[in-house]
């Protein structure tokens, strides 16, 4: 059995339909409804919901739209080629102003700590056999040690700087 192929949103719709279904305000990054449909909304209502990931999604003709890719096709008339990072980490912060293209591993670097984080800051953990705070970082899929410190704060500093050398301007806030 042959599995049915997922149709990519962005395939099916050209950047230019997209102007007359939505208005997208670069300095809010909010998009409201240009027309009335079944599904979604009405003229001027605020489109879209957010997802289970925390993205506000938009269906157009049957499809989910994800609205950072929306507001990068409709700045710059182009759907994104690589993926599209919020520099600030918020992803329902859609302003142009706060979206880069970015390869997919750009994109991870600019996440925030893990849930499972106990230390409260990335990249750090408290060894117990050492009583020392362990500073590292992901670098080509490897994790790379960077030290252990007597401080959290230290250790923190030092990921910081590791995190610029590696990753440059996605290099993650550290909190």
Not at 82 to 97: A, F, M, T
Request: with cysteine; charged share 25%.
């Amino acid at each position: 059995m042959q599995s049915a192929k997922k149709i990519k949103p962005e395939n099916a719709l050209d950047v230019k339909q997209l102007f007359n279904y939505l208005h997208y305000d670069p300095k809010t990054g909010v998009f409201t409804w240009k027309v009335n449909t079944a599904r979604s909304g009405k003229i001027g209502e605020i489109a879209g919901n957010v997802n289970f990931r925390g993205y506000r999604s938009i269906w157009i003709n049957g499809l989910p739209f994800l609205a950072h890719r929306l507001a990068w096709a409709m700045s710059y008339g182009e759907w994104p080629a690589l993926d599209i990072d919020h520099i600030n980490q918020n992803k329902s912060d859609n302003r142009i102003c706060n979206l880069r293209h970015a390869s997919r591993s750009e994109n991870m670097f600019n996440r925030g700590k893990n849930k499972n984080n106990t230390s409260g800051i990335k990249g750090v953990t408290f060894c117990k056999c050492t009583g020392k705070w362990r500073a590292q970082i992901m670098v080509n899929g490897k994790t790379m040690k960077i030290g252990r410190f007597a401080t959290k704060e230290q250790a923190a500093e030092a990921y910081k700087q590791k995190a610029k050398e590696h990753r440059g301007e996605f290099a993650a806030l550290l909190s």
